[in-house]
């Protein structure tokens, strides 16, 4: 299957400013676009979304990046969109630092199944976390989506989370950041390519500019289903000892 992203590398604006910007947009229809995490600064509720969601005049799906979505507690969520209807949502689970004292964790890792491909959304922190990717993998997830909020001292780090979850897990990963002065961009886009020998990856980023990019699922689909026999085989066969003296 043939995929085509539009990573969306913005300024963080209020939410009159996002829906104005969104209206504009005239993408082709093919393509899935990707927002940054927290790229509207206005906290959302079921009404202000219902505005957000009516000012959407493309059909294409989209990951709204994240949004500070107040539902009884507020969340940090990732909506799916597509023919401007909601397919569903994933919660940020690992809260950074302070946003533990503003968000409500997620406790569900959600797996999106759309006309058979399968999508799943780890929002900024939660990439950091080899466990969440890896059960994403055992579902044959196709292509993992990561809004992002990265400050700029640290996106050689992040990079390399990015670049060793699609590589360990045989999934490309699309992570986008703002533009805004303290984050400034450099969004990557990392695909597994099965190569002679073995499994490369191979990574695009751009310190503004969008990233499109085309992958087809048959680059990496063998590669992933087998690493994933592999795995199921071995840790069958693995005990685990502690020895103490």
């Known amino acids: 299957m043939k995929i085509a992203i539009r990573a969306l590398q913005l300024r963080r604006m209020p939410l009159e400013s996002a829906m104005q910007y969104i209206s504009s947009l005239n993408f082709p229809e093919n393509e899935i676009i990707v927002f940054p995490e927290k790229f509207i600064t206005t906290k959302v509720d079921v009404n202000s979304f219902s505005r957000l969601l009516n000012s959407i005049k493309i059909k294409n799906m989209i990951i709204l990046g994240s949004l500070s979505y107040v539902d ?3 969340y940090n969520r990732s909506f799916l969109i597509q023919n401007r209807e909601i397919i569903g949502w994933q919660d940020k689970i690992n809260l950074y630092k302070a946003e533990s004292t503003k968000y409500t964790s ?3 890792l959600k797996l ?3 006309g058979g491909l399968k999508i799943g959304i780890l929002v900024c922190y939660d990439l950091d976390f080899p466990d969440y990717a890896r ?3 055992r579902k044959h997830c196709d292509v993992i989506f990561n809004p ?3 400050r700029r001292d640290f996106h050689s780090e992040w990079h390399l989370y990015v670049k060793t979850r699609a590589l360990e897990n045989r999934i490309p990963i699309i992570s986008v950041n703002s533009i805004s002065d303290d984050f400034q961009g450099d969004s990557i886009v990392v695909a597994p390519e099965e190569g002679v020998g073995g499994v490369r990856i191979n990574a695009v980023t751009s310190k503004s500019d969008d990233i499109v990019y ?3 699922t048959s680059d990496y689909s063998k590669a992933r289903e087998q690493r994933l026999r592999e795995e199921n085989l071995n840790i069958q066969k693995v005990n685990f000892l502690e020895n103490k003296k």
Do not use: E, M, P, T
Request: hydrophobic share 55%; net charge neutral; aromatic share 22%.
């Open 72 to 74: 009884r507690f507020v």
């Open 135 to 137: 059960i994403l993998f």
């Open 214 to 216: 085309q992958f087809d």
């Open 148 to 150: 992002s909020l990265i």
């Open 112 to 114: 999106f199944n759309i």
């Open 106 to 108: 997620g406790n569900q």
